[in-house]
Nanobody, 115 residues
Framework: QVHIVASGGGLVQPGGSLRLSCQISGINFKIHPLDWYRQAPGNNREWVASISSGGSTNYADSVKDRFTISRDNVRNRLYLDMTSVKPEDTAVYYC?????????WGRGTQVTVSP
């Protein structure tokens, strides 16, 4: 059974920083690529960043150079370090994993960027 729990969201001012965490169990964590997605009200779910099992990363243009995705293969944790946040970063952020062709999502954690 796959369990994905995202945490770390909250209210942050524009220009501030925030670290999101995701604890994943039920998969062989270290061999799977992982992703962060987000969904703002009225919008489709948007891919934010990905990280391969070997640590190679990719980012959406909207967050490149501001967000950093990383993973801890010992503690089975996925991170998203957000810096220089903007109001348009406001969304529910979701941790995503794939196993055997199936997609797994956490419940998400709310990030609100506002003065």
């Amino acid at each position: 059974q796959v369990h994905i729990v995202a945490s770390g969201g909250g209210l942050v001012q524009p220009g501030g920083s925030l670290r999101l965490s995701c604890q994943i169990s039920g998969i062989n964590f270290k061999i799977h690529p992982l992703d962060w997605y987000r969904q703002a009200p009225g919008n489709n779910r948007e891919w934010v960043a990905s990280i391969s099992s070997g640590g190679s990363t990719n980012y959406a243009d909207s967050v490149k150079d501001r967000f950093t995705i990383s993973r801890d293969n010992v503690r089975n944790r996925l991170y998203l370090d957000m810096t220089s946040v903007k109001p348009e970063d406001t969304a529910v952020y979701y941790c995503h994993a794939t196993r055997q062709g199936n997609n797994f999502w956490g419940r998400g954690t709310q990030v609100t960027v506002s003065p």
